[in-house]
């Protein structure tokens, strides 16, 4: 295929010198809008600018009418938008805490029919070109860390051509690579929302999420009476006693447990971003609860019982203050947008202060409305538009 014919009049444009191969990266212009200062669209239908760190200031004649993302952090500002039905593509639809959607009175949430990047050989860049997308909610320097086979040259393309990328990694900071701006969730959130022209959306579920942080943390108890926290990952080897465990740190991905105030356990003894080690090193922390990190999203609650059954059984993992308290749970995604946010906190602070917000009785428990500590149906309504 000639790709040079392939240029033809879009509803969206990206504006001149908005993006520029640099050191190897995509970089640009980061200046800031809306809650975090500055301007914001106004919704009159003329063009408009967002503007975002590493991509710079991208320009739209319109809202666009067709999107892609990442994963379930863009996917999911999307979705909280309203903006479901306009969904063409994903790099991975699979392994998304989807079932917490169903705690949403009306909020149905399916991949069917949206097409998956992500294949056996990795992304092909022609995919991007058929499916014709009129932006990608995507920080290309990660997304070509990721996928082998595409460069920045690629991505540049991908954005003067095709449609443009807005986005920026947020799960975790301190990455050599990532030399530019970070941004909070809400920051990020509300780029989003600008692209998308959905200032109301954004702003119902920024004031859900402040009442509820608010509210939760004025009810904790006082800090040295919190649990220490040991995050593992539920993809370790149970079977063989090798786990990964992390530090809470910085960044979108433990927004939650930055938001509940407890202890991270592990931080301390871990120098990076994870650290490998057997039921010993996890004894000799011995944190008051274990928590596995993808427990909600890749992993079903009989595979989750199936593979903490192999640490209740094991010698020194019988041992864990965790274990012999029965305090092993389902952790959530790092890859996490406003609305899984939200819903990541509510079971993470019935995990670990049972006592105040009400016992942990899984997922489907949060339909009750007594169960909940934020209001479901307001956010339910925010994502279908019944403002």
Not at 59 to 83: C, H, K, N
Not at 152 to 162: G, Y
Not at 270 to 298: C, K, M, N, R, T
Request: overall charge negative.
């Amino acid at each position: 295929m000639d790709r040079s014919r392939r240029d033809v009049t879009r509803r969206t444009y990206v504006k001149t010198g908005a993006a520029a191969i640099a050191g190897g990266g995509l970089a640009g212009c980061s200046s800031l809008v809306g809650r975090d200062g500055g301007t914001t669209p106004d919704g009159s239908g003329d063009p408009y600018t967002v503007e975002m760190a590493p991509m710079g200031t991208v320009e739209f004649e319109g809202v666009p009418e067709t999107w892609m993302a990442y994963f379930s952090t863009y996917g999911d500002m999307g979705i909280a938008l309203g903006q479901l039905d306009r969904l063409s593509g994903l790099v991975f639809t699979e392994n998304w805490p989807i079932q917490l959607y169903d705690t949403l009175p009306g909020v149905d949430v399916s991949f069917d029919g949206v097409q998956q990047l992500m294949g056996e050989s990795g992304i092909d860049k022609e995919v991007f070109y058929e499916m014709g997308c009129d932006v990608h909610l995507f920080d290309p320097n990660h997304l070509q860390r990721l996928a082998d086979g595409l460069s920045a040259s690629d991505f540049d393309e991908i954005h003067q051509r095709v449609g443009p990328i807005v986005g920026n990694s947020i799960r975790r900071r301190g990455q050599d690579w990532h030399d530019y701006r970070y941004y909070s969730l809400y920051e990020a959130f509300e780029k989003i929302a600008d692209v998308f022209q959905e200032r109301d959306r954004y702003e119902a579920l920024a004031s859900v999420h402040d009442s509820f942080i608010e509210e939760v943390r004025s009810r904790l108890p006082q800090e040295g009476e919190r649990p220490e926290i040991g995050l593992l990952s539920i993809n370790s080897d149970f079977e063989n006693g090798s786990f990964y465990a992390y530090p809470i740190g910085e960044g979108n991905g433990k927004k939650q447990y930055q938001d509940l105030g407890v202890q991270d356990a592990f931080g301390p003894h871990i120098d990076g971003g994870y650290a490998q080690w057997d039921y010993e090193q996890i004894l000799e922390v011995d944190p008051d609860v274990l928590v596995f990190s993808y427990g909600l999203s890749h992993a079903s609650k009989t595979e989750f019982e199936e593979r903490t059954a192999k640490m209740r059984a094991d010698p020194v993992g019988q041992r864990l203050s965790a274990v012999e308290n029965d305090r092993l749970y389902r952790g959530g995604t790092s890859y996490q947008g406003p609305i899984i946010n939200l819903l990541q906190t509510e079971i993470a602070a019935k995990q670990f202060y049972p006592d105040e917000f009400g016992e942990w009785r899984g997922v489907d428990a949060l339909s009750n409305a007594d169960a909940q500590l934020f209001d479901h149906q307001r956010v339910a309504d925010a994502i279908t538009g019944d403002l």
